[in-house]
């Protein structure tokens, strides 16, 4: 089992920023990819960033691409997701997830689940 516990979310206004943090726990081992989430009230939950423990890959939707950042640190067992200009459509539940294979964008690719942090962004 691995467990994710993710950090950072809040109430911020348009144009500021947040960082998202995501501690993994258990057999970490078993992952390789580690993936960002959103949803918002009466939305499907949506791919937002990915990237593997290594850091060597990097992914992100066009919907956050050139105003996010992911990162990992394997020694912290930690992923990080920067948001920096933030809209008020940003606003949603983020979730982080992960996967035993490489370069996932769909909900149901990934095995593990943390509980999601509130992001709201006001105008």
């Known amino acids: 089992q691995v467990q994710l516990v993710e950090s950072g979310g809040g109430l911020v206004q348009a144009g500021g920023s947040l960082r998202l943090s995501c501690a993994a726990s258990?057999?970490?081992?078993?992952?390789?990819?580690m993936g960002w989430f959103r949803q918002a009230p009466g939305k499907e939950r949506e791919f937002v960033a990915g990237?593997?423990?290594?850091?060597?890959?990097?992914t992100y939707a066009d919907s956050v691409k050139g105003r996010s950042t992911i990162s990992s640190d394997n020694a912290k067992n930690t992923v990080y997701l920067q948001l920096n200009s933030l809209k008020p459509e940003d606003t949603a539940i983020y979730y982080c997830?992960?996967?035993?294979?490489?370069?996932?964008?769909?909900?149901?690719?990934?095995?593990?689940w943390g509980q999601g942090t509130q992001i709201t962004v006001s105008s």
């Open positions: 997830a992960a996967s035993p294979r490489a370069f996932r964008t769909r909900p149901g690719e990934y095995d593990y």
């Open positions: 258990g057999r970490t081992g078993s992952t390789y990819f």
């Open positions: 990237i593997t423990w290594s850091g060597s890959f990097k």
